[in-house]
Nanobody, 121 residues
Framework: QVQLVESGGGLVQPGGSLRLSCVAS????????MGWYRRAPGKQRELVAT???????NYPDSVKGRFTISRDSAKNTVYLQMNSLKPEDTAVYYC???????????????WGQGTQVTVSS
């Protein structure tokens, strides 16, 4: 019913920047919180950034000051601007959104398929 499609991943040198995008589509009534998570090889999935429908953001210390999450509610899109990238940022990045669809009575959690970010010289 809802699809999340990420784009913008790739290979970048340490210190470089990337901007990820995630577009939500489907029978959407309301999108609540949106966020980005990542999973590095051999590690558990971890939070990267979240943003509420009101624009309140949250970051872990590992990315605070380097990453910025934003959203365009009119386009059902969330962005992640990543600056000063480090090799330890290498991971598959996943988009997440809490969505109430036209046919649902409650909010459900949806995930994108992931986009690879590799930081290497």
């Amino acid at each position: 019913q809802v699809q999340l499609v990420e784009s913008g991943g790739g290979l970048v040198q340490p210190g470089g920047s990337l901007r990820l995008s995630c577009v939500a589509s489907g029978r959407i009534l309301t999108i609540y919180n949106m966020g980005w998570y990542r999973r590095a090889p051999g590690k558990q999935r971890e939070l990267v950034a979240t943003i509420t429908s009101g624009g309140t953001t949250n970051y872990p210390d590992s990315v605070k000051g380097r990453f910025t999450i934003s959203r365009d509610s009119a386009k059902n899109t969330v962005y992640l601007q990543m600056n000063s990238l480090k090799p330890e940022d290498t991971a598959v990045y996943y988009c997440n959104a809490g969505v109430r669809t036209i046919s649902a009575l409650q909010e459900n959690d949806y995930w994108g398929q992931g986009t690879q970010v590799t930081v290497s010289s």
